[in-house]
């Protein structure tokens, strides 16, 4: 079957884990189409491909298991318990047990969960990967938040760039995690979170670290020798898990809360020639977020889920192209993801401010918090299922 011969219904441009899960979701509604990969050339671009962590909810782990993609052992590590604590003495701790639920969330080996993607595809005849675009009545752009379609079609990405970048890699401690996931704020080098999340397994003694900081702080800490890196993160942990070793490179990268002016529309003539053709942004192209809360890959999942299933409920004469059908998905995602960037922007600069009094209010604030039980568990409870409600 030659590219050329094929009448594709979509073309998704982006062979990451969102654009992939969206192929298996619409190939398994009939659905014939062309999966765009990206070159190793450009994967490689992004730099921090080997320690990559993603923290999934419920309604990310059903839509995994569903299209029988779901990591299993030591590729996916349950939490059952997170523990938070401020620069000023406060604490909140939430676990599984609580919200009476097998897990808070999942934290999942990257690459197995990509490799797992790549078999189901490789099982897949309505799938086809290709080296370049190709002509479809709906092109779903899902090329991360450098997105060149989407620059190309004159879309807007509304971007606020926080003064932090993020600072990734991945550690072994003398303790085992015990599957609890830590976060700690500091405010002694300026306004920091530093996130180690358990991976390996449930008896596992290894961390994705993720480590908010100020850019001049993130670079002196990516120059220092491993010794003298161990030994700042050991401190700026408390010492939680005792000795750290570090078994991983450094990755960097800027933080920055955006979203696209507008998630659909019709694609330009000259691609789509003498029928009408439209785009739809999934993942990244169409948002990014602070990683203080770990939703980035739920939030891009959410998206599959709402596109698959606007598709799937449409009216039979209704085209894929139909500006009224797509707008379906736009409406019900675009508010959810504006609630989850207020969240995450809210708390950045809440945590963000040095002047005292706040210190000892956010702290003050979250220690009550954790004595409020039922509001504490309905708290979590939305958390765990964001995106599983549409």
Known sequence: MSQSS?????CIRGAGIVGRSLSLMLASQGLRVALVNLSDAQKSAHGHSDVRAYSLNSASQQLL????????????????KMHIEGDQGGNLEFSAAQQD????????????????????????PLIQEVAENVKAPLTVICEGRASQTRAELGVAFDV?????????CRIQTQAPHQQIARQWFHTAHGPEILAFLP?????SHEWAVVWSLT????????????ASFCAQLQEASNGVAGSIELISERAVWPLQLA?????????????SGHRATSFALAGDAAHAMHPLAGQGLNVGLADVMALSRVIQAKEFWRPLSDAKLLRRYERVRQAEVLAMGFVTDGLQMLFAQPDLPLQKLRNWGMTTFNQLSPL?????????KSSSQH
């Open 215 to 226: 850019p001049t702080r993130t670079e002196q800490l990516r120059s220092n020798k491993a």
């Open 259 to 271: 979203k696209a002016a507008r998630w659909t529309g019709s694609m330009p003539h000259s691609e």
């Open 65 to 80: 298991t569903d299209l029988r993609c779901w990591p299993e052992g030591t590729a996916c590590t349950p939490i059952l």
């Open 376 to 384: 504490k568990k309905w708290m979590a409870a939305q958390a765990m």
């Open 199 to 203: 991976i390996g397994g449930e008896d």
């Open 160 to 168: 606020k760039h926080y003064e932090q970048h993020a600072l990734a």
């Open 6 to 10: 094929t009448q594709f219904d979509v």
């Open 101 to 124: 639920v097998e897990a808070l969330n999942w934290m999942i080996d990257v690459p197995t969960l990509e490799n797992n993607l790549a078999k189901s595809i490789g099982f897949q």
